[in-house]
Every structure is written in C-alpha cells, then in structure tokens.
C-alpha cells in the first residue's frame, strides 16, 4: 500500500515532557502557528510527550505555562493529535480519560502512517 502525502502537512512530533524543557512548549508554539497558516497539522505525543496531553495538569506554583488549555484550542482549531498508546501504557496511562477530549490513541502503525502522510516532520 502506497501512502499519500498530505501537501501543506506538518507532523509535530514531542518526545519530551510538558515541564522541565522548553521543547515541548515551543512544539505547542510552532502547532499554533502552523493552524495560523492554514497547515493540516498533526500532533504526535510519544515517549514522554504523552504527558502533554494529560487532562487535569495543575503548572500553578512554577515557572511553566500549562499545556494543556492551548493543546485543546489547537484541536478546536483543526489539529489532529495522536497519543502513542505504547508510550502511555508504559506510564500507567492506560485509559483514554487521562487524555483531554479529542486526542486520538494510535499504535506504532498508526504513528508511521501519520507521519509518511506528512509534508513536514518537526521533532521536539
């Protein structure tokens, strides 16, 4: 089977956790802009990263903005993100309602197939 490949496609892959380093926040920013533009904009949470999409974080009391609130204003916006189920299951993160509302889980065939349909891959 022969993948398509989406034109004017950004894949924002996150490994990295929400707090601690920037490279997710900036992942968040660069998905923002991207909707801005008019990109068809995927998220992909592996790793670590599917911490980004935990409902119910608290940033309050530290020097990191929560990720949560503009994660769902990017899916409001069009954005299409994927939570490695692997990666989740191995955080004790089993269940899809620790996940805000409209997060998709994906496995490993699921991750490669998003991101040989993309344009554009941004690793963070």
Not at 61 to 75: Q, R, S, Y
Not at 94 to 110: Q, S, T
Not at 116 to 122: K, L, W, Y
Request: net charge negative; aromatic share 4%.
């Amino acid at each position: 089977m022969t993948e398509t490949l989406a034109k004017n496609s950004l894949a924002i892959l996150i490994r990295r956790p929400p707090y601690g380093q920037i490279h997710a926040a900036e992942a968040i920013r660069h998905m923002g802009g991207a909707l801005g533009d008019g990109m068809q904009t995927n998220v992909l949470l592996v790793d670590d990263g599917v911490y980004v999409a935990r409902d119910g974080q608290d940033a309050r009391g530290t020097a990191w903005t929560n990720l949560v609130e503009p994660l769902a204003k990017g899916i409001g916006k069009g954005a299409c993100v994927y939570v490695h189920r692997p990666s989740a299951q191995a955080r004790g993160l089993l269940d899809a309602e620790h996940f805000v509302i409209g997060v998709e889980l994906v496995d490993d065939a699921g991750l490669a197939r998003v991101l040989a349909q993309s344009e554009t891959v941004m690793v963070y």
